[in-house]
C-alpha cells in the first residue's frame, strides 16, 4: 500500500483570484507577450519569444567540469554528443580517428566562436580538457589522457593504455569545452557563475541554488536559437512545479510527480510526456558500516523492496521493475527474472547473519537492535516515498530505518559517512553503453561511487571491459558483470522510471532526450 507523503496546496479561491489578478494587471500593461510598440514611434516590433523552465535539482555552480547545468542549458558543448538512437556523433569535433590503440586524432570544426568572439582551435580544446581534467579527478580517471598536442584544427591525444571507449567518454558533459582565457580574465570564482562556451544561449545572471537568466547567442556557429531569452528555476520539490506549470507559471517542469500527471492532462493548454529512460532508481549501500558490510544484510533488504508496490502504487504505472543497473530493453540489460519481494526469506538471512528478536519483535544482534540510517532527497519526488515504503516493509521484518532527507544528496553521501545506505538515481546508460556505470558506480575513485564500493571479483571484468571495442563482446562482458553485481548486492535496483515532463503546449519544436543531457536547444521555439 502506498505511504502518502503530506502534500501542500494552493486553495482554489485563491489561486483563482491570483491569476485573475495577473490577467488584470497584463492587460494594463504595455508589455504583454503580444506584438508591442516601440516607445515614442508607433511601430509595432515582435515581441521576444521566452521560455521559463523549472528544474528538479538545485545548483550552486554553472561550473562545467563538475556539474552538467552548463550543457542542458546550452551554454557550453561537447566534442561528440549522443543523437536520439544514442550513438556517438560529432558534435564540436567534426571527425575523429583512431591511429593505433592509445592514439586518437581529432579534427576541431573551423569557423566556429566562444561566446565572447574568439576563435574555437585545437589549442582552446587542449586548454580545456586540461582544465577539466584538474577540476575532476573521476574525470582525468575516467579520460586516461596521456598527452594532448595542438597544431590548428587537430588535436593529438595519447591514452595512458588503450581505450576503444575514449570518445564516448567525450560526450560526458564534464568535458564541456569552454573559453580557458575569458576564465583568466573573470577569476575562476566568476567564471563559474557564468562560463563562455560555444553553445546557443549564454548566462545573463546567475543566483545560485535560485536559477539563471539565459540570453541568446546571436553568433551560434549551428544557427541562432529560436528563442530570445530563457529563465531556468530550480525547485526540488516536485508539487511546486507542478502547480507552477498548472498556474501557467513556467512553460516546462522538469520531473513531475506521477500522481499530479491526470490533472496536468485534463487541462487543454498543457500535455506530459511520460517516456522510458535510461535511468534506474536505486538502494546505494555504503560498505564502510558495520551492518550492511554483511551481504547477507544487504540481500535482505533486497528482498523487502516491494518492487510490485513501487511500480504500481508510487509510480503509476510510469516505471517497470530492475532486475539490475540496466533496463532490460537494453541488448546488455540482465535477462534474470525481477526479485520478487519475500520477508520470509529476508528474515532467514537476516537470522544466519546473527540477528535474533528481541523486545517487541525487533532484531537485535550481541544485544544491538538492527537499526539503520536511510538518505533519501526530493529532487526525484518518487524516492521519499520509496524509502517510506521500505521503512514500513522493513519494520514487519524487525529492522528499525531512521530516514533523513538531504538537499545536495552527492554532496552529503561524499562528506558524511554516517549513512548505511540511500535511495539514489543515476542514468545507468546514458551514453548507449553499460561500461559508463560499472566503471563510475563501482570502481574505487569512480565519480559516482560515493561510499568507495570496490569489488574483487568484478574488477578484473571490468579491466576485459575497458580493452574491448566489439560491440557484441562489451554486452557479453557487461552481463558477465551484471551476474557479479547481483551476486554481491553492492546495490539493489528498484525501478527503471519513465522521464516525467510537462510543459505547455506553446512550446514546439522539443522533446524531452531518454540521456538527459541536452535540454535547451536552438531548435526550440514558442508559439
Not at 42 to 65: C, E, I, N, Q, R
Not at 88 to 96: D, F, G, H, Y
Not at 188 to 199: E, I, R, S
Request: aromatic share 6%.
Amino acid at each position: 500500500m502506498l505511504l502518502q507523503s503530506s502534500k501542500k496546496h494552493i486553495g482554489t479561491l485563491s489561486l483563482s483570484t491570483v491569476l485573475a489578478a495577473a490577467v488584470l494587471l497584463a492587460g494594463c500593461s504595455s508589455s504583454n507577450g503580444a506584438e508591442g510598440t516601440a516607445p515614442g514611434s508607433g511601430a509595432a516590433v515582435p515581441a521576444s519569444k521566452k521560455v521559463t523552465l523549472m528544474y528538479h535539482f538545485k545548483s550552486g555552480s554553472l561550473d562545467p567540469s563538475n556539474d552538467y547545468i552548463a550543457v542542458r542549458a546550452g551554454i557550453v558543448e561537447t566534442l561528440a554528443k549522443l543523437n536520439e538512437n544514442l550513438e556517438v556523433q560529432p558534435w564540436l569535433a567534426s571527425k575523429w580517428e583512431a591511429k593505433d590503440p592509445v592514439t586518437w586524432s581529432l579534427t576541431i570544426r573551423d569557423g566556429i566562436q566562444f561566446q565572447d568572439g574568439t576563435p574555437l582551435d585545437a589549442a582552446a580544446v587542449k586548454a580545456s580538457l586540461e582544465r577539466s581534467m584538474q577540476a575532476s579527478k573521476p574525470l582525468g580517471g575516467a579520460l586516461k589522457i596521456a598527452s594532448m598536442e595542438a597544431s590548428g584544427q587537430q588535436l593529438t591525444i595519447v591514452t595512458r593504455e588503450p581505450h576503444p571507449s575514449f570518445v564516448s567518454e567525450l560526450v560526458n558533459p564534464y568535458t564541456g569545452i569552454i573559453s580557458t582565457e575569458a576564465e583568466k580574465k573573470a577569476g575562476t570564482a566568476a567564471f563559474n557563475q557564468a562560463p563562455v562556451g560555444t553553445g546557443p544561449f549564454r548566462v545573463k545572471a546567475f543566483t545560485p541554488n535560485v536559477g539563471v537568466q539565459l540570453e541568446k547567442n546571436a553568433k551560434y556557429w549551428d544557427g541562432a536559437a529560436k528563442l530570445d531569452e530563457v529563465e531556468w528555476k530550480f525547485n526540488e520539490d516536485g508539487n511546486v512545479r507542478s502547480m507552477a506549470l498548472q498556474a501557467k507559471e513556467v512553460d516546462i517542469a522538469t520531473q513531475l510527480p506521477a500522481e499530479t500527471v491526470t490533472a496536468i492532462s485534463k487541462d487543454a493548454e498543457l500535455r506530459v510526456e511520460s517516456t522510458a529512460s535510461l535511468r534506474v532508481h536505486f538502494l546505494l549501500f555504503n560498505p564502510a558500516r558495520d551492518a550492511v558490510k554483511d551481504v547477507r544484510v544487504r540481500r535482505a533488504l533486497d528482498l523487502l523492496l516491494n518492487r510490485e508496490s513501487i511500480v504500481g502504487d508510487i509510480m503509476l504505472g510510469h516505471a517497470t521493475a530492475a532486475n539490475g543497473p540496466f533496463n532490460t530493453r537494453l541488448p546488455f540489460g540482465s535477462k534474470d527474472p525481477v526479485t520478487a519481494s519475500d520477508p520470509e526469506q529476508a528474515k532467514k538471512l537476516l537470522a544466519e547473519a546473527g540477528y535474533v528478536p528481541g523486545a517487541g519483535g525487533k532484531l537485535e544482534k550481541d544485544g544491538k537492535p538492527l537499526t539503520l540510517d536511510l538518505i533519501t532527497y526530493k529532487g526525484r519526488p518518487e524516492l521519499p516515498l520509496i524509502a517510506q515504503l521500505l521503512q514500513s516493509d522493513a519494520a514487519k521484518a524487525g529492522i528499525t530505518l531512521n530516514i533523513q532527507t538531504v538537499e545536495n544528496i552527492d554532496t552529503y553521501l561524499r562528506q558524511n559517512k554516517d549513512w548505511d545506505f540511500a535511495t539514489y538515481s543515476n542514468l545507468s546508460a546514458p551514453r548507449g553503453d553499460g561500461g559508463y556505470f560499472l566503471s563510475s558506480s563501482l570502481v574505487p575513485g569512480g565519480s559516482l561511487n560515493a561510499g568507495g564500493i570496490s569489488i574483487d571479483k568484478l574488477n578484473p571484468i571490468l579491466a576485459r571491459l575497458q580493452a574491448t571495442s566489439d560491440p557484441k563482446q562489451r554486452s557479453e562482458i557487461t552481463q558477465e558483470a551484471v551476474a557479479v553485481v547481483r551476486e554481491e548486492v553492492p546495490h539493489a535496483y528498484a525501478v527503471y522510471p519513465n522521464l516525467i515532463v510537462g510543459m505547455n503546449k506553446r512550446v514546439s519544436d522539443w522533446k524531452p532526450g531518454a540521456e538527459e543531457y541536452y535540454i535547451l536547444t536552438n531548435k526550440m521555439d514558442v508559439k
